[in-house]
């Protein structure tokens, strides 16, 4: 998905709707809430259970493009200061 | 909204699980990776904050239930399905007793909300979360997919078991609807 589908021009929201839809995504689950739900399963609620997966296929993809944009950083610095120091 | 029949469902799933290692196993990897998944759903979905607990438990009892009929790869979509239908019946169940929900505020008598209303967190989050309340079930289910948990058109549609074609066009709708319905707070600030 592109970045122009992501947000599309124009499309800016007032903060107030910026702020609610920040604090829906933060809201999360208890550690009690899980447990209760494990012992619901007859499961053991102190087990150690597998790490949620990375939550999304965007965020993935936007830290990728973050790293990328980094490297590519590091290597121009480098051949500027290898061209300045060759004169 | 209780759930007077939960003590008896947990006897009786406590069985069924633990009678199977291989089932166990996977029930509780199915907790550890879609928990807060399935409990963030139902939540931006429409289900009270006192409900969304026993909510998701039930969610998972259910599954644990029809887990022979769950192939291996789309626990995730069969949980969210469930979750998707268990919110569906909870918002009835609301919306029959006539209960609102706890910080629900959007005021339709006068458009909405002026954005001076809105200076907390607490009212901002309460006015969103009223405004994806009286959003068609099919346009806030991809909202929600998208805006919060930041899944791509490919990942909804996968989800949903729907062409991608329709996951964009629902999302498309879904947007302008809400852009629509939250258009009172643009004229009091600054974009």
């Known amino acids: 998905m592109s970045f122009r589908e992501r947000?599309?021009?124009?499309?800016?929201?007032?903060?107030?709707?910026?702020?609610?839809?920040?604090?829906l995504r933060?809201?999360?689950?208890?550690?009690?809430?899980?447990?209760?739900?494990?012992?619901?399963l007859g499961l053991d609620p102190k087990m150690p259970v597998a790490a949620a997966p990375a939550r999304?296929?965007?965020?993935?993809?936007?830290?990728?493009?973050?790293?990328?944009?980094?490297?590519?950083a590091l290597v121009l610095a480098v051949a500027a200061l290898l061209r300045w120091l060759s004169g | 909204m209780r759930l007077p029949e939960t003590t008896t469902q947990f006897a009786a799933e406590q069985e069924t699980a633990g009678s199977n290692p291989e089932d166990a196993a996977r029930?509780?990897?199915?907790?550890?990776?879609?928990?807060?998944f399935i409990w963030r759903s139902l939540r931006r979905l429409g289900v009270r904050d006192g409900d969304?607990?026993?909510l998701t438990q039930r969610v998972f009892l259910t599954v644990a239930r029809r887990l022979a009929e769950i192939r291996p790869g789309a626990e995730r979509a069969f949980l969210f399905a469930t979750a998707t239908r268990e919110a569906s019946h909870a918002r009835r169940s609301y919306k029959r007793r006539g209960e609102v929900g706890d910080e629900a505020m959007a005021d339709k008598s006068t458009g909405g909300p002026r954005p001076d209303d809105l200076a907390?967190?607490?009212?901002?989050?309460?006015?969103?979360?009223?405004?994806?309340?009286?959003?068609d079930g099919d346009l806030r289910v991809v909202f929600v997919l998208f805006e919060l948990e930041e899944m791509s058109a490919r990942e909804i549609a996968k989800l949903l078991d729907i062409p991608v074609g329709t996951a964009k066009s629902r999302l498309r709708r879904a947007r302008e609807d809400f852009n629509l319905r939250t258009?009172?707070?643009?004229?009091?600030?600054?974009p």
């Open chain 1, 56 to 72: 999304t296929g965007r965020s993935a993809a936007v830290s990728f493009l973050a790293w990328l944009a980094a490297g590519l």
């Open chain 2, 183 to 190: 258009a009172s707070l643009r004229g009091g600030q600054a």
């Open chain 2, 27 to 36: 029930l509780q990897r199915m907790v550890g990776q879609h928990f807060d």
């Open chain 2, 52 to 54: 969304v607990d026993d």
């Open chain 2, 120 to 135: 907390g967190r607490r009212e901002a989050l309460a006015f969103v979360d009223a405004v994806l309340q009286e959003m």
């Open chain 1, 7 to 23: 947000r599309p021009a124009g499309e800016e929201r007032p903060s107030a709707v910026r702020d609610g839809l920040d604090a």
């Open chain 1, 26 to 40: 933060e809201e999360a689950p208890s550690e009690d809430s899980r447990r209760a739900t494990l012992a619901a």
